[in-house]
């Protein structure tokens, strides 16, 4: 696992895009930020109700000049199911990151328990934003599903940002 840094060139990342096409991190110029939301996938509870607050704060992070979308390692048919079934529909859903992807942005991954509902093997989740110049501005990455940043929380301070002009700290 690599921890990325403050300031620095975040990986290249490209997902399938829900219902198709294709997302790219470097072919978007959000005004701000662009805010990568990495989940467990359709099986996690904590992810769908994380996933609501954001889906109600979409055109609120829109108007600070914020690109938002939510990323898996969930194939197609899972990724189909939770756009279907999780009331989402504001949220941009990116669907089949690769493990390894998952590894470059400092994802924990983990290995579903057998007889679960989790898929043999997922990341656990993360929430990045990345500056329109390609370079990380800020990171959570959690082991677990629990003690995830708030979305509103986030929208609040992303606003300092912008309005204070705040630097990226964690670079030293």
Not at 15 to 20: D, Q, Y
Not at 108 to 134: C, M, N, Q, T, Y
Not at 145 to 168: K, T
Request: proline letters at 8%; a negative charge; glycine letters at 6%.
């Amino acid at each position: 696992m690599s921890q990325l840094i403050p300031r620095q060139a975040v990986p290249e990342l490209s997902v399938k895009l829900m219902p198709e096409g294709q997302w790219t991190l470097n072919a978007n110029t959000p005004k701000n930020f662009t805010m990568l939301v990495f989940y467990r996938g359709m099986h996690c509870p904590l992810c769908r109700k994380s996933l609501q607050e954001l889906n109600g704060l979409v055109e609120r992070f829109a108007a600070l000049g914020v690109e938002v979308i939510a990323l898996s390692t969930d194939n197609h048919e899972r990724a189909q199911k939770t756009q279907a079934t999780w009331t989402i529909a504001n949220v941009p859903l990116g669907y089949d990151l690769s493990i390894e992807a998952a590894r470059s942005w400092g994802l924990f991954v983990s290995e579903g328990k057998p007889g679960s509902p989790e898929p043999e093997i997922f990341a656990e989740p993360g929430v990045f934003l990345v500056r329109p110049d390609g370079t990380l501005y800020m990171s959570s990455v959690n082991s677990m599903p629990f003690a995830r940043p708030h979305f509103d929380e986030l929208l609040g301070a992303v606003e300092y940002v912008i309005n204070n002009n705040y630097p990226a700290r964690g670079e030293a």
